[in-house]
Structure formats: structure tokens, C-alpha cells
């Protein structure tokens, strides 16, 4: 079956430093992916999505970059802040990765 | 506001006693669905509703049931808990039937099964 996955449970970033989240894929057929960003005591929230006609894409302060060849999705985000320090989740469609929790060290 | 709405947010039961957790949405979405979230795994669909009386089986169906008698409303039945359904579980709602309309979840039920 299908399944995405991310590379590293827990990632810690100094504030200000860039941020890369890593996921990756099995279905070469996969065309939609979403990066979802979860808060602590809060229910999972979109942040960018990505269809597979893309190789990158920009939001606020966030990348995502698809990589199909080697089945790979990144989420860059900038300039890291205190407020960034969530748990993020890669998902193809309606499967999800199992998450990575960002921690931002002032 | 438009939100997703669950209740209630936490709930201690124990095994074999008949539980409903609710869900709500206020935005006129088609799409709602149900996932448990557990630590290393992600989260992972259990039933989903494109349409009211429309409910298909999602990734982890087993143990749960769901109706969609009404647009803005799908709750989450458990006939008989059992200890493996301790999880945090969470509702969602999208505007569409295509897998490209962005979901908003709810804040989250934290079940747990003694």
C-alpha cells in the first residue's frame, strides 16, 4: 500500500536558522501532497500543499520543494521562530506521515 | 468563525461501554472524516462521508462505526471500547469530493479505554 514517511522524529533549529523538514514516498503515481503543521492541544492545520506538476512551491515564509525522481518532499521554513515549534506532518492526499517535532531554541 | 467542533475533548471510559464522540462543522463542507492519531504513526483515517448518507471505510475502520444523517454532523461511535482504542482522535471537513480541497480538523478528543 501507499505510505509516506518522514526522515527524523525531532529537529532542533536555533531561532533564526532555516528549518528542513524531509519526507518521502512510495507511489511514483502520487500527485497531491500537503505539509500540516500540529500545535500542541491542536487539531493538525494546512499550511502549503503541492501538486505533482510542480517542483516547488512558495507560501509565507515556507518552501516546499518535490523532488518525483527520487520521491522526495522537503518543507523549508525561514527564519525559524519560537511560534514554528510544532510537530509537522507530510501527507499524500489523506495519508499521512508520522510527523516531525520542531523545537526552536532561542 | 468557521470551525470544527468535537465533544468532548477528553473522556476516561472503560471497556465494553458504548461511547459517542461528536463532530461539527459549520462551513456547509460534503466532506467530513474521522482519524486517530498515535504516537509514530501518524494520523490515520477510520471512516470517512463524501455526502450525508454517503460513509465509506477509511485505513482503520475495525472497532468503530459512523453516521452522516445530517451535513454538518459525524459522529464517532465505539459499541464496545477496548483498550487499543485509547487514542487522541480528530475530526475533519473539507469544501469538496477532490482530494485538493484543504481540510480543517477540530481541536481533538483524547480518549482513553481502561
Known amino acids: 500500500g501507499e505510505s509516506v514517511g518522514l526522515h527524523l522524529p525531532t529537529l532542533s533549529v536555533q531561532e533564526g536558522d532555516n528549518s528542513i523538514i524531509n519526507c518521502a514516498y512510495s507511489n511514483s503515481a502520487s500527485d497531491y501532497f500537503i505539509w500540516y503543521k500540529q500545535e500542541s492541544g491542536k487539531g493538525p492545520q494546512f499550511i502549503i500543499d503541492?501538486?505533482?506538476?510542480?517542483d516547488k512551491r512558495q507560501g509565507q515564509r515556507v518552501t516546499v520543494l518535490l523532488n518525483k525522481t527520487v520521491k522526495h518532499l522537503s518543507l523549508q521554513i525561514a527564519a525559524t521562530q519560537p511560534g514554528d515549534s510544532a510537530v509537522y506532518f507530510c501527507?499524500?492526499?489523506?495519508?499521512f506521515g508520522g510527523g516531525t517535532r520542531v523545537l526552536v531554541k532561542p | 468563525e468557521a470551525q470544527v467542533t468535537q465533544n468532548p475533548r477528553y473522556l476516561i471510559t472503560v471497556t465494553g461501554k458504548k461511547l459517542t464522540v461528536t463532530c461539527s462543522q459549520n462551513?456547509?463542507?460534503?466532506?467530513m472524516s474521522w482519524y486517530r492519531q498515535d504516537p509514530g504513526l501518524g494520523l490515520r483515517q477510520i471512516y470517512y462521508?463524501?455526502?450525508?448518507?454517503?460513509?465509506d471505510k477509511g485505513d482503520v475502520p475495525e472497532g468503530y462505526k459512523v453516521s452522516r444523517k445530517e451535513k454538518r454532523n459525524f459522529p464517532l461511535i465505539l459499541e464496545s471500547p477496548s483498550p487499543n482504542q485509547t487514542s487522541l482522535y480528530f475530526c475533519?471537513?473539507?469544501?469538496?469530493?477532490?482530494?485538493?480541497?484543504?481540510?480543517?480538523f477540530g481541536p481533538g478528543t483524547r480518549l482513553t479505554v481502561l
Open positions: 475533519a471537513s473539507s469544501s469538496g469530493l477532490e482530494f485538493y480541497n484543504e481540510q480543517f
Open positions: 503541492i501538486r505533482s506538476n510542480m
Open positions: 462521508s463524501m455526502n450525508v448518507e454517503v460513509t
Open positions: 501527507a499524500e492526499k489523506l495519508t
Open positions: 462551513m456547509n463542507h460534503e466532506y
